[in-house]
């Protein structure tokens, strides 16, 4: 959507097009944090982009500005708090690294629990000041409004089958049809596996499970010691997140992820994956252990080996830009409007520069069932090892 609104904007002939509903994907599913985190270990970052890696943290910073602009210049209802996020640590020793390797300055402080407003069964965090939550189901529908009212032609409903580069046009086929383009955009995140063009092992599907709770009190939030209300998101490998709502319920999400060979348009969430997200808030929340799951649904997205974005070229009319993991709240939408200008003439941007996947091939991805359900079993130890100085108990 904001690629097509860039594009229509700048007085390009855009068609947009949706196999379902624009928004329907991660895009409208998500758990509505807004947050400049990386969402990677740093040694990760720097391994896979090098010198590159500073430019990252910019680029994060950036995407979370673009979004709020964005709301906030066009007008979206979508409950918008700029609270910042609290990285909290699973372990004392987590809390110990984290302490020693970041310093508070203007936009993010570290400190203990008490002071961060949150349950002592954290040791402490940091809380990064840019950014907050919002609703994404508004967001998105907010922002297709906005779309369909632009110049940019769009057909939803209208899944794509395959897309060709003839040389000197691209083919898209549609059920009832094909469009001829000068060039094209695929957004089309954790489905990319079933178009042909996209580079082999771009990124592979996973699956994302989201809970949202009954009703809970202030009384209760205090009581629990969350009383700054500021959302939560740990540490972990696969972290595990916790945020408030306007409707007075809590949303916790993530921790237990599956990945797929296809992303399945009608999957739903497995009884098992909620139990363990109730079990993981109940270890850390213990004074809201009564407060029970109400709903729950879940997304696909695209995961990388680096846990980063991949934006690029996969022939010279077909561009891509996709996987922003659990950060393509603010990312995605950033990374459309760049690639955008960079598709319509426009000098490279810097921060789409450092994004920018300079090879077309991929090496086979690292992010599997196996490899997540060790990550799992890591963090569930690291659990054990933060409770044995805190009060609550962890799965
Ligand atoms: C449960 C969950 C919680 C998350 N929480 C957060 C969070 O709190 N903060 C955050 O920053 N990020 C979060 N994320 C990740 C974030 O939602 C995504 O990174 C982001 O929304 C990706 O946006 P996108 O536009 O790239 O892809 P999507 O929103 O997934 O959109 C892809 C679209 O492409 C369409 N499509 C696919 N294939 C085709 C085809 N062949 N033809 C036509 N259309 C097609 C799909 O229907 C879909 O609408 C979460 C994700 C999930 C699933």
């Given at each position: 959507?904001?690629a097509?609104?860039?594009?229509?904007?700048?007085?390009?002939?855009?068609?947009?097009?949706?196999?379902?509903?624009?928004g329907?994907g991660?895009?409208?599913?998500?758990?509505?944090?807004?947050?400049?985190?990386?969402g990677?270990?740093?040694?990760?970052?720097?391994?896979?982009?090098?010198?590159?890696?500073r430019?990252?943290?910019?680029?994060?910073?950036n995407?979370?500005?673009?979004?709020?602009?964005?709301?906030?210049d066009?007008?979206?209802?979508?409950?918008y708090?700029a609270?910042?996020?609290?990285?909290?640590?699973?372990?004392?020793?987590n809390?110990?690294?984290?302490?020693?390797?970041?310093?508070?300055?203007?936009?993010s402080?570290?400190?203990d629990a008490?002071?961060?407003?949150i349950p002592?069964?954290?040791?402490?965090?940091?809380?990064?000041?840019?950014g907050?939550?919002?609703h994404?189901?508004?967001l998105?529908l907010?922002f297709?409004e906005?779309?369909r009212?632009?110049?940019?032609?769009?057909?939803?409903?209208?899944p794509?089958?395959?897309?060709?580069?003839?040389?000197?046009?691209?083919?898209?086929?549609?059920?009832?049809?094909?469009?001829r383009a000068?060039?094209?955009i695929l957004?089309?995140?954790a489905?990319t596996?079933?178009l042909?063009?996209?580079?082999?092992r771009l990124?592979t599907?996973?699956?994302?499970?989201?809970?949202e709770t009954e009703?809970?009190?202030?009384?209760?939030?205090?009581?629990?010691?969350?009383?700054?209300?500021?959302?939560?998101?740990t540490?972990?490998?696969?972290m595990?997140?916790?945020?408030?709502?306007?409707?007075?319920?809590?949303?916790?999400?993530t921790?237990?992820?599956?990945?797929?060979?296809r992303?399945?348009?009608?999957?739903?969430?497995?009884?098992?994956?909620?139990?363990?997200?109730?079990?993981?808030?109940r270890?850390?929340?213990?004074?809201?252990?009564?407060v029970a799951?109400?709903?729950?649904?879940?997304?696909w997205?695209?995961l990388?080996?680096?846990n980063?974005a991949?934006?690029?070229?996969?022939t010279?009319?077909?561009?891509?830009?996709?996987?922003?993991h659990?950060?393509?709240?603010?990312q995605?939408?950033?990374?459309?409007?760049?690639?955008a200008?960079?598709?319509?003439?426009?000098?490279?941007h810097?921060?789409?520069?450092?994004?920018w996947?300079?090879?077309?091939?991929?090496?086979?991805?690292?992010v599997?069932?196996?490899?997540?359900?060790?990550?799992?079993l890591?963090?569930?130890?690291?659990?054990?090892?933060?409770?044995?100085?805190?009060?609550g108990?962890?799965?």
């Amino acid at each position: 959507m904001s690629a097509a609104l860039r594009l229509a904007e700048l007085g390009r002939d855009v068609i947009l097009v949706e196999a379902d509903l624009l928004g329907w994907g991660a895009s409208a599913r998500n758990a509505g944090y807004l947050t400049p985190a990386l969402g990677s270990d740093p040694r990760i970052v720097r391994r896979f982009y090098g010198d590159r890696a500073r430019g990252l943290y910019r680029f994060a910073n950036n995407a979370v500005d673009f979004t709020e602009r964005l709301i906030a210049d066009r007008r979206i209802d979508c409950g918008y708090r700029a609270t910042g996020n609290i990285s909290a640590a699973p372990s004392p020793a987590n809390f110990e690294r984290m302490r020693a390797s970041v310093k508070s300055a203007r936009r993010s402080e570290v400190a203990d629990a008490l002071q961060l407003g949150i349950p002592t069964t954290f040791p402490g965090g940091i809380h990064l000041r840019a950014g907050g939550v919002l609703h994404p189901g508004q967001l998105a529908l907010g922002f297709r409004e906005i779309v369909r009212a632009s110049a940019a032609r769009v057909f939803e409903q209208s899944p794509v089958h395959r897309v060709a580069d003839e040389g000197d046009s691209v083919v898209i086929s549609l059920d009832e049809g094909r469009i001829r383009a000068r060039q094209a955009i695929l957004t089309t995140n954790a489905f990319t596996n079933g178009l042909d063009i996209a580079p082999r092992r771009l990124c592979t599907p996973v699956w994302i499970t989201a809970v949202e709770t009954e009703r809970v009190t202030a009384a209760q939030l205090d009581a629990a010691g969350w009383t700054s209300r500021t959302p939560i998101t740990t540490a972990h490998f696969v972290m595990q997140s916790f945020r408030t709502t306007d409707r007075d319920t809590i949303v916790y999400s993530t921790r237990s992820v599956q990945a797929a060979r296809r992303a399945r348009a009608d999957r739903m969430p497995d009884r098992r994956v909620v139990d363990d997200l109730a079990r993981g808030f109940r270890g850390y929340f213990p004074g809201l252990a009564d407060v029970a799951p109400a709903r729950a649904w879940g997304g696909w997205t695209g995961l990388t080996p680096s846990n980063m974005a991949v934006v690029g070229q996969a022939t010279p009319r077909v561009h891509y830009s996709m996987a922003c993991h659990g950060h393509g709240l603010p990312q995605a939408p950033y990374l459309g409007a760049l690639l955008a200008d960079h598709v319509a003439g426009a000098e490279m941007h810097e921060d789409l520069a450092t994004v920018w996947r300079r090879s077309r091939r991929f090496a086979p991805g690292v992010v599997n069932p196996v490899t997540l359900r060790l990550g799992w079993l890591a963090d569930r130890a690291r659990d054990r090892l933060g409770s044995s100085g805190a009060s609550g108990e962890l799965a």
